[in-house]
């Protein structure tokens, strides 16, 4: 007979948890299940049973982080509870006033029950949402009485309790308190953030683990996310976790090592050829024209060109002044003789902004020239790349690109500069060259060596014979 399966609205109904809480157990690989197409995820009763007896596990132990009830339910009923007759209030919701917010119950469409909270935030701001884990009024209330408690703590500026803090919570102190104030990406980091929080947002900070690490890795890749993109968040991960002890939310010894990923084989070495740069300019609209130009002697990044300002383009001393850069700190890049007589044309059709670029984007213009171009691959940050490699094959130094470039080590630097093929097969030619000169050299001492005779003259036919 065949073994039925499990789906997940099943399984859900029978751990009695949101199917949601599901999902997020099968991306960290906790929970066994099987994939089959045409019917997408199911789940063996065997292998349920099994991982249930082998971690003892009451699927509610998610709620662990939070606080508990200090009085039975019925006391804080006694205590609290407001406007007790109109506790029901609609046919398929059920509502419980406590004065300091509320819980609620709503129905999907499928007939589960939903527990729902409701309070102020620290700006008086009202909040309605449903609660992720809760099964129980009293694990709604459980919930109710956190929001509360760190919309309260904000307000006052309380520091949280410290000893457990979720991860949630503290991502959300990471992103108020560091990323906002320090970072100018801290909208990336926020999004980063989000697929953090799906995958650790029920654990305490303290109890994730090196190994529960390594299966957001795996998690990451089996969704088709590129090395690069899972360091991103590897890197916030690890920034986290160096805050926490810093400002006392976690102990040293609960840090889990965050190993990052190998991006080598992630480096793109596209440069723009001459041949191609003259048809790129001949189909660029006026309008992106100079700001090729700019990224082509300068080596800045798009977005240090389109905030330029004319405040920092000194003519005088043929200066340029990039404030905005990635790493916070200002470089100085000379001005060439091309691209003064670009900047002079600039200046003089200028209307009166003080930008030198008065438009927010150039990535639609730059994309459609490289298409009527023909030119595949480039993107706009190989520019950058292109403006090293010229430098380094005309003989400039690796030190003076990285000042140019603005990098903090020559290693970054090494990465933007690329030799062409051409230039390979040059140097290796080197090598037969000398493998020739040797072999002269030897052929002329054999010539010398009259013990060899045969040898001799059959040398000296091969270099002075005529064709």
């Not at 006052?156 to 990323?179: A, C, H, M, T, W």
């Not at 200028?350 to 595949?376: D, M």
């Amino acid at each position: 007979m065949k073994e039925s399966l499990i789906t997940v609205k099943e399984l859900s109904s029978i751990l009695q948890v949101h199917p949601k809480t599901i999902y997020r157990q099968i991306r960290t690989l906790q929970i066994p299940h099987i994939k089959k197409g045409g019917i997408g995820i199911r789940f063996k009763e065997k292998d349920i049973q099994k991982w249930l007896e082998s971690n003892q596990i009451n699927y509610n132990h998610i709620l662990e982080t939070l606080p508990r009830l200090e009085l039975p339910l019925e006391d804080y009923d006694r205590m609290l509870l407001k406007e007790r007759s109109s506790a029901l209030s609609k046919k398929d919701s059920k509502r419980w006033n406590y004065g300091f917010g509320a819980i609620y119950t709503k129905r999907t469409k499928q007939g589960a029950v939903r527990w729902y909270v409701d309070y102020r935030d620290e700006t008086g701001k009202r909040v309605q949402r449903v609660t992720k884990h809760a099964t129980s009024r009293s694990e709604a209330l459980i919930e109710l009485q956190t929001r509360v408690y760190e919309a309260f703590s904000n307000q006052n500026r309380i520091q949280p309790r410290r000893e457990s803090v979720g991860f949630e919570e503290f991502s959300r102190i990471y992103l108020k308190d560091y990323s906002r104030v320090n970072k100018r990406s801290w909208k990336t980091d926020r999004s980063c953030l989000r697929s953090l929080g799906e995958f650790f947002g029920g654990f305490c900070l303290g109890r994730i683990s090196s190994q529960l690490v390594e299966r957001y890795k795996a998690m990451r890749l089996a969704q088709g996310v590129r090395n690069s993109t899972v360091n991103r968040d590897l890197a916030i991960l690890r920034k986290m976790f160096n805050l926490a002890v810093e400002w006392g939310y976690l102990h040293e010894r609960k840090v889990p090592r965050v190993r990052l990923f190998s991006e080598k084989d992630n480096l793109k070495e596209r440069i723009l050829t001459a041949e191609e740069e003259a048809r790129l300019f001949d189909v660029s609209s006026e309008h992106l024209k100079p700001v090729l130009k700019i990224a082509l002697h300068t080596g800045m990044r798009r977005g240090e060109i389109l905030s330029l300002r004319w405040d920092d383009v000194d003519f005088e001393v043929r200066m340029i002044k990039v404030v905005r850069t990635k790493s916070g700190k200002v470089r100085f890049i000379p001005i060439n003789e091309v691209l003064f007589n670009e900047l002079k044309r600039l200046r003089s059709t200028s209307s009166g902004s003080g930008l030198v670029f008065c438009q927010n984007s150039v990535r639609t213009a730059f994309e459609g020239a490289c298409r009527r171009a023909g030119i595949h691959g480039l993107r706009f940050h190989d520019l950058r790349h292109t403006f090293a490699t010229r430098l380094v094959e005309r003989g400039v130094d690796l030190i003076t690109v990285k000042e140019l470039l603005g990098h903090s080590s020559v290693t970054i630097t090494e990465r933007y500069t690329h030799t062409f093929s051409e230039q390979k097969r040059s140097a290796v030619d080197v090598l037969a060259a000398m493998k020739r000169e040797t072999g002269i050299a030897g052929d002329l001492l054999n010539i010398c060596d009259t013990s060899k005779k045969e040898e001799r003259e059959k040398t000296l036919t091969s270099l002075f014979s005529v064709n």
